[in-house]
């Protein structure tokens, strides 16, 4: 904007001086501050006010304003149409009052409650697509003279500018709530639960091993909560802030599990059309956990001996050696040390990986954990399907410590789930439980039977039952009991488990 003399209105160039500093503040209450001091200033105001409207409530409220009354003027708000902010609010106009006792939209409670004298005022509305969104109110000259038109072009231009800093800074802090909503959940959904001592010494374990660079085996049945361990030791250690990255080596065949952990360049095989960094690439300066390291080839061993000795490794097709900083935390269900001595797993790499061990238990020995984990899923589930949290009888909750779970946590959290799905909301009895639960080993196993003798007579019932109600499709079964579809095979074997072979072949060919 010029002046008749053809300069720029130095007020003009002030705005332009600020906008940038208006623009950087990412602080909702900061920046408000910082606008409304402004706007006095730069209106050679003697007071101003922001108002922002309350949608839900459908009121214009004042948020910040300056002056001597600035405190008590927080405590009123104005309907959409009341008053000369309320008009603007409610229309998306500006107003320019030159004097406004003389009009009658002018809502003299506010002024006489706090003893001010209002003769002049100027009025803009702050809009987001032609929403408005609150107001900028600026009240009196300190000339003693009323606002004028070249004011109000002024405070349009500032309007304008401020307008899309607020909803920046809205933005913001709506993503920064977000961000620590998800990050609570996050950390909810990976606690490690559990009072027993099997458990506090694991976990003092995992918290000396956190501090040191040390690689770290983590040994334990299936569903005995390996990665939660493992997240653990990376969350403690001075890798928190670096990624945690994780991957199931018995997942994957071995060139795509090649392909994952090392990354290929463009051209280096049919449908490599771009080059993909891998996730050793993927977890530079953090952890990457190794999954099922049992089940990994000889092939692929000595290629993860090449990383663990050099810290380097090529991309598939690529010439160029790149250099990564990764803690290593490998898990297995499996006996590396028998696995060594058969030949399948090499000797080298198993005391490469094997600097520090631990052994979770699995859910057998820590029974008092069962109650407190129950609990747990409880809140989780009911959380989930926004139901209320039911209660437990009695009867179901000893069942529950009472079952051996071989499946372990993972197995008691699925068994939780499908309760409070199947249960009538309120409590949860023995007939929501899964079958297998419910029935009582000593039913399916002979007195004077060695312990040895019941535990596998009751394993071969259990897992022929499991197959027979998934029609042999081992891939459910392995997911109803908790478990790796390659340890339930593994165990199909070991058992003899009658009619496991034909039942196995039969969800093969489906």
Not at 390 to 418: C, F, S
Request: proline content about 3%; hydrophobic content about 40%.
């Amino acid at each position: 904007m010029t002046i008749k003399d053809g300069s720029i209105d130095p007020k003009i160039g002030l705005l332009r001086d600020i906008s940038a500093i208006i623009t950087s503040v990412l602080d909702l209450d900061q920046l408000l501050g910082l606008i409304i001091d402004t706007a006095t200033r730069i209106m050679d105001a003697k007071a101003s006010s922001l108002l922002l409207v309350d949608e839900e409530r459908k009121k214009l409220r004042f948020f910040i304003s300056t002056g001597e009354k600035k405190e008590k003027l927080k405590e009123y708000d104005l309907e959409l149409g009341e008053g000369i902010a309320g008009w603007v609010a409610e229309n998306g106009k500006p107003l320019l009052i030159e004097d406004v006792k003389n009009d009658e939209r002018w809502n003299s409670k506010i002024g006489k409650a706090l003893d001010f004298d209002v003769k002049s005022m100027a009025c803009y509305p702050m809009k987001v697509q032609k929403r408005v969104i609150g107001v900028i109110e600026i009240i009196n000259r300190k000339d003693g003279k009323p606002f004028r038109k070249r004011d109000m072009d002024i405070l349009s231009a500032f309007t304008e500018l401020v307008t899309n800093a607020i909803e920046k800074a809205r933005r913001y802090r709506n993503v920064s709530k977000e961000n620590i909503f998800l990050k609570k959940k996050f950390e909810k959904s990976y606690q490690i639960i559990g009072k027993s001592k099997a458990v506090k010494d694991v976990i003092s374990d995992a918290l000396k091993v956190a501090d040191s660079k040390a690689n770290t085996l983590l040994t334990g049945e299936s569903g005995t909560g390996k990665e939660l361990m493992a997240r653990l030791v990376h969350n403690n250690s001075p890798r928190k802030r670096g990624p945690f990255v994780t991957v199931s080596c018995g997942a994957l065949p071995e060139t795509l599990l090649e392909r994952e952990l090392f990354g290929h360049e463009k051209g280096a095989f049919t449908g490599a059309d771009k080059m993909k960094i891998g996730l050793f690439e993927a977890a530079d300066g953090g952890t990457i956990l190794l999954d099922e390291i049992g089940e990994m080839s000889q092939t692929m061993q000595v290629k993860l001996l090449r990383v663990l000795q050099e810290s380097s490794f090529f991309r598939i097709g690529g010439t160029s050696s790149i250099q990564v900083d990764v803690r290593i935390i490998a898990a297995t269900n499996q006996d590396l040390t028998t696995k060594v001595k058969e030949g399948s797993f090499r000797e080298d790499l198993f005391y490469r990986l094997h600097v520090v061990s631990i052994k979770l238990p699995p859910l057998r020995d820590r029974i008092g954990d069962i109650p407190i984990l129950i609990d747990h899923f409880l809140e989780r589930h009911t959380e989930e399907y926004n139901s209320i949290k039911p209660t437990i009888t009695k009867e179901a909750m000893e069942r529950m410590v009472n079952y051996h779970w071989p499946g372990n946590i993972r197995q008691l959290e699925n068994a939780v789930e499908r309760a409070v799905v199947m249960g009538n909301g309120k409590e949860i009895n023995s007939d929501d439980l899964p079958i297998d639960i419910t029935r009582r080993e000593l039913d399916i196993v002979k007195v004077g039977s060695t312990l040895k003798e019941a535990q596998e007579r009751f394993k071969k019932e259990f897992l022929a039952k499991t197959l027979d109600y998934t029609n042999g499709n081992r891939t459910k079964a392995a997911s109803v009991l908790g478990i790796q579809r390659t340890y339930l095979s593994r165990l199909l074997k070991e058992l003899n488990v009658p009619g496991g072979r034909r039942r196995i072949m039969q969800s093969e060919v489906e």
